[in-house]
């Protein structure tokens, strides 16, 4: 079986998450394949989860004196910072019956292309039930899915070398959890490839392992593929809805 294998993109926010609602809703149509993509997001983003409020969330003075763009998921799960020079993001869209029906079942799969990924890169990594990965202990990437009109969206991280206390700054935490020792403490349990590894690889080198991994897990052969006129189109209509203002605080 071949799915599409998108380039690696830099998109904003929003247009990030309207390309993957496009896409999902455009399988479902049958009108786009089942597709693996990676992306950064430029400039760095808060993603809330779908039913989050973002007041309790996200601190939107801190976000708006360092540019960060804050949008609202169509997936589950808590708020993430992702980090323009530290972060690379997947997204999965394929069709409901490709995935196992239960839904841990299903991140096990899909977060197994992680798992081979992590380990092309000489990384020992593991899946953590419900939705992480992690290598020595520490989770290295956290995922969210959503089923919609047929088909699967799974879309997560891959922590390289993020910016954390700009993360705790950001999100709404108490103060002194933005401290060298509460950091430190995070470190406990969070790590990074870039701290696993001793050095920072190129977003392209980490998008060809985990792409390979996926190849793998899934038991496809990738295709490389551009997104069409269609999806684009579809896309850049859904932006508005993410940059909305409506959107955002729904919750």
Known sequence: MEWRLLPLRVDDAFMSMAIDEAVLKLNAEGKSPNTIRFWRWLPSAVSIGCFQSVE?????GVAKKYGVDVVRRITGGGAVFHDYGGELTYSVVCRQEDVPADIIESYKLICGGLVRGFEQLGLRAEFKPVNDV???GKKISGSAQTRRWGSVLQHGTVLISPDVRRMFELLKVSPEKISDK??????????????????KPSFEDVREAMSRGFEESL????????????????AAELKSKY??????RKR
């Open 56 to 60: 309790r969330e996200v601190d939107l």
């Open 134 to 136: 992690q290598v020595n």
């Open 182 to 199: 509460f950091i430190a403490f995070v470190f406990e349990r969070v790590t990074t490839v870039e701290r696993e590894l001793g050095r």
């Open 219 to 234: 038991g496809v052969r990738l295709f490389e593929g551009q997104l069409t006129r269609e999806e684009l189109e579809f």
């Open 243 to 248: 940059s909305s203002d409506k959107w955002l």
